[in-house]
């Protein structure tokens, strides 16, 4: 637990991933109520570490009086359904995320069947689709997420005296994105929208008709307008910065966009084989291919579909159906 300023607290809960270990929550402790921003994920070592975290701080479950969730991802809004249980609190999410927690819980064969399809028409290999099948499951527990009591907007006034949020839409990494931006104190609750040494995953989903990548640059364009002293993640240490680091991510983008376009010189290319022809994580120096993890690959592709979609939205590709395959090309 580490106290970020007098009343808002960062609480690292631990996650089964090797690449991220923990994911931050924020507790925000005002003169009658607390929020918690975000949950972590549904396992019983993140529920005992919160438990445990908060009784430092001097308070317990049932002082929470109001749960905000940056996006509805696993490790964001997984332990919700535990913690409205042990707390009482109300819940708020973005009206956009409210269909994946449904969706990620229920069904679930039926969701992988989709999601096997959607790479299958991306060119993936049947060997592929194997590796991406037995890729193994996190420990957390499969309860079925609550829906919100309050479902935002963006735009929203939220007071919790002496702090007063103002919440913002940032869609990009989730449809339903927002961060909370506490303007007197210049902090911004960033959630996975903006990261301090690694690039938010933006992807392309199954039956997403939408332009994340292009929700994303622009969401980066408005948040790097604010006068924010101190950014709070979901993952990694807080910093300052946010001009420069929006920039940053902003360039990437543009990197990454002139790369897949390197590789369409010739002739059309599936998402997956575009994928497979340049390098991954930069953060560490960029990764070849055949060097990523099973996960890292799976979201390799979805990248590249987002990519590809935003580039095909400005009219720079244009995409294709042969022989139940999905190509991109030059326009």
């Known amino acids: ?74 490790d ?45 028409l991306n060119g993936a290999p049947p060997f592929q689709l194997a590796e991406f099948q037995a890729m193994p499951q996190t420990r957390a527990r499969l309860t079925l997420p609550p829906l919100p009591d309050v479902t935002l907007q963006g735009g929203e006034a939220i007071s919790v005296s002496p702090f007063n949020l103002q919440v913002l839409w940032m869609p990009g990494h989730s ?3 927002i961060s909370l931006f506490e303007p007197a104190h210049k902090l911004l609750f960033s959630g996975d929208f903006i990261l301090p040494t690694i690039t938010p995953n933006v992807s392309l989903r199954p039956q997403d008709e939408s332009n994340p990548l292009g929700n994303f640059i622009n969401s980066l364009k408005r948040v790097r307008q604010l006068d924010v002293k101190l950014i709070l993640p979901a993952h990694g240490k807080p910093f300052a910065g946010l001009q420069e680091r929006a920039d940053e991510l ?51 592709v979805l990248e590249t579909l987002a990519h590809l979609e935003y580039m095909r939205f400005e009219g720079r590709v244009d995409k294709f159906t042969k022989d139940d395959t999905i190509y991109y090309q030059y326009t």
């Not at 690449?19 to 529920?47: H, M, P, R, W």
């Not at 975290?53 to 109001?66: S, V």
């Not at 369409?264 to 990764?287: C, F, M, N, R």
């Open 175 to 177: 449809p339903g994105h």
């Open 250 to 300: 902003i360039q990437h983008h543009k990197q990454r966009n002139l790369e897949i376009l390197g590789t369409l010189d010739a002739e059309p290319k599936t998402a997956y084989q575009i994928a497979t022809g340049i390098p991954w994580i930069p953060d560490k120096g960029g990764v070849n291919w055949q060097d990523l993890a099973p996960l890292d690959r799976r979201m390799a």
């Open 76 to 120: 964001h809004y997984g332990m919700a359904a535990k913690l409205k249980e042990v707390s009482k609190a109300k819940i708020s999410l973005h009206h956009l995320e409210k269909v994946f927690p449904e969706a990620g819980y229920l069904d679930r064969d039926k969701r992988f069947q989709m999601i096997d399809r959607w790479f299958r």
């Open 1 to 74: 637990m580490t106290e970020i300023i007098p009343g808002i607290y960062q609480l690292e809960l631990p996650l089964p991933v090797k690449a991220l270990q923990y994911v931050n929550i924020y507790l925000i402790q005002g003169d009658s109520k607390c929020i918690l921003v975000d949950t972590g994920l549904d396992t019983e070592e993140a529920f005992d570490s919160l438990k445990k975290q908060l009784a430092e701080i001097g308070i317990g479950f049932k002082d929470i009086t109001q749960i905000i969730a940056t996006h509805a991802h696993g």
